[in-house]
């Protein structure tokens, strides 16, 4: 093996990278040290902002392949042959602690699949829940502001963290689904290899012939689904903190894989008034009686990242990446995340955070879009614009294959808001729990509620009472108030 000699980052040969440039032994450090001023301002910079949401993750990446042609429902060239692998990258994560958090912590998982296919990335941005505990995009940041730290101790925990999560929740009803989801054992993890995820937000499936369909994704581990109690978590959160991520990293470590199963639901979008809840609202499940899960292809993650910083920590997923063949829905939700992603991560990394390697497209990126921070594509030509004849007009439009999808909208334009029944899926998912289940999700409830504020948790039972007399009643009894 040849020798490799320390360089600075222009490339200079470095000679002594342990002692600083002084005046005489205990004199001043010379400004002119540039190994010791690169060193440490390149040292200062490390650490690009940490992500608002979903800040501590764990990452994998592998392939995809389908079960056979989806070609009836869409034209999304990944999901057509059987004997392709498309590769993928896989970003598991917790959504509302920091990077210091526990990985069992009672929380959101984020579950979000980078495909590299021939048609460019596409990012299913998912989590571990189902449903969203609210209806309005326009909300997310008071949700994220409500499951952070207060602004004035930034302490998690306590009567102020749990009396400003309630308060938040009671005052949005909708959110009464998703609780039930978050405070059963659901909301507490060990083993990224064994939760499920969720596209939670509906999409639109589209074939050659313009014919769409709404969708909703499913990924179905297929070691098994294993959640652990809220003791269990409590006791790991102190004894072994990053359980989950070194559990992934160590079994693909060990040369087995993590595999996952995409199926699907499908809705005709005809059909989508017909039923008694809107299929477009994030706060509701599609019922499996009534929408089938239809198996699609199967996910094998086999390969662990090089660098966690290069490749997971600068990872960068948006809902707006999708392929022909795939296209967006009306779902409110879905709409005000296809702009906040994108937009977080050119804050977060850069203008040109596409570039780097574990997000940029596997196929090659042509387009007049230039310069920004760390800019490392180009043009050739002194024509950077279209259109153009001193590029030979490239690069020209690419042709449109099949018939596009036709989406017509007419309305008033107003704030208005989504209305549904706040209470009818809480109530069904409720009364269909084991009795350990029930007594489970009552005392996670009662165990955090009952830390908020009287008027707070007042507010809250009503709404329990109004998903169900009985969950009302056991958690009236288990925080010591009278209905």
């Known amino acids: 093996m040849s020798n490799h000699y320390l360089t600075s980052n222009q490339g200079k040969p470095v000679t002594d990278d342990q002692h600083s440039l002084t005046v005489g032994e205990r004199g001043p450090i010379l400004l002119e040290d540039i190994v010791f001023l690169e060193k440490l301002s390149h040292f200062d910079r490390e650490r690009i902002p940490e992500r608002v949401l979903h800040a501590k993750g764990a990452g994998a990446f592998g392939f995809f392949v389908p079960y056979k042609s989806m070609a009836p429902l869409t034209r999304a060239v990944f999901l057509q042959d059987p004997e392709k692998k498309t590769p993928v990258f896989v970003r598991f994560s917790v959504a509302a602690g920091s990077l210091g958090s526990a990985d069992t912590v009672r929380d959101i998982r984020g579950f979000s699949v980078k495909f590299y296919t021939e048609e460019g990335n596409y990012d299913l941005v998912g989590n571990h829940i189902p449903v969203f505990p609210i209806r309005d995009p326009l909300q997310f940041p008071d949700l994220v502001h409500a499951l952070k730290p207060d602004p004035v101790t930034n302490v998690r925990g306590g009567p102020i963290s749990s009396s400003r999560f309630w308060d938040f929740m009671s005052l949005r009803p909708e959110s009464m689904n998703f609780l039930t989801y978050l405070f059963s054992d659901i909301g507490t993890v060990k083993s990224y290899r064994t939760i499920q995820g969720f596209s939670v937000n509906t999409y639109k499936w589209v074939n050659l012939r313009g014919e769409e369909v709404y969708v909703k ?91 966690y910083f290069v490749e997971v920590e600068q990872s960068a997923f948006a809902p707006a990446a999708i392929v022909p063949g795939i296209d967006f829905s009306n779902d409110r939700i879905l709409q005000g995340r296809i702009f906040a992603y994108g937009d977080t991560q050119r804050y977060r990394i850069g203008t040109n955070y596409l570039q780097l390697p574990t997000n940029m497209p596997r196929e090659p990126i042509d387009n007049k879009m230039q310069d920004g921070a760390m800019q490392s594509m180009y043009s050739e030509g002194v024509a950077n614009y279209l259109p153009n004849t001193l590029g030979g007009g490239m690069p020209l439009e690419a042709p449109e294959i099949g018939k596009p999808a036709q989406n017509f909208a007419s309305g008033n334009v107003e704030r208005k808001e989504l209305t549904g029944d706040n209470y009818y899926q809480a109530r069904y998912r409720y009364r269909t729990m084991s009795a350990m289940e029930k007594k489970r999700l009552v005392a996670n409830i009662v165990e955090n509620l009952s830390q908020a504020y009287d008027p707070i948790k007042k507010r809250m039972l009503e709404h329990f009472m109004r998903t169900d007399n009985e969950l009302g009643s056991r958690i009236a009894k288990g925080i010591n108030m009278t209905i």
Not at 243 to 269: C, S, W, Y
Request: net charge negative.
């Open 217 to 307: 994704y499913h990924w179905e581990p297929c070691a098994g689904v294993e959640y652990i109690d809220s003791k269990t978590a409590a006791q790991l959160a102190g004894t072994d903190p990053d359980i989950a991520r070194r559990d992934l990293f160590d079994t693909i470590a060990a040369g087995h894989t993590v595999e996952f199963e995409m199926r699907v639901q499908l809705l005709k979008g005809d059909d989508e008034c017909d039923l008694p809840f809107d299929p477009l609202d994030s706060t509701n499940i599609w019922p499996e009686d009534l929408f089938p899960l239809m198996p699609v292809g199967r996910m094998v993650l086999d390969r662990n990242p090089e660098n």
